[in-house]
């Protein structure tokens, strides 16, 4: 049961990383009214890859503790 919640909750939590890197890209400015050149557009989603990569990280080391204190 464990195992297919969380399948389920990665694979929701990679639909809203794809939406939100989608997002990054499309807009033509960002929250301050700063133009979004190419090179913002992918230091911007550099950012939010390392933190997305780093929170899957995280997850997967309590995901293989948790089984491993189970079995």
Excluded: P
């Excluded at 190419?38 to 550099?46: G, N, P, Q, T, Y």
């Excluded at 939010?48 to 204190?69: D, N, P, S, T």
Aim: with cysteine; proline share 0%.
């Amino acid at each position: 049961m464990i195992d297919k919640v969380w399948k389920t909750f990665q694979i929701i939590q990679f639909a809203f990383f794809l939406c939100v890197s989608i997002f990054l890209f499309i807009r033509a400015v960002d929250g301050h009214g700063t133009a979004q050149t190419l090179e913002v557009k992918l230091i911007s989603f550099a950012i939010w890859g390392i933190f997305y990569l780093g929170l899957l990280a995280i997850e997967w080391l309590i995901y293989f503790i948790v089984r491993h204190f189970r079995h």
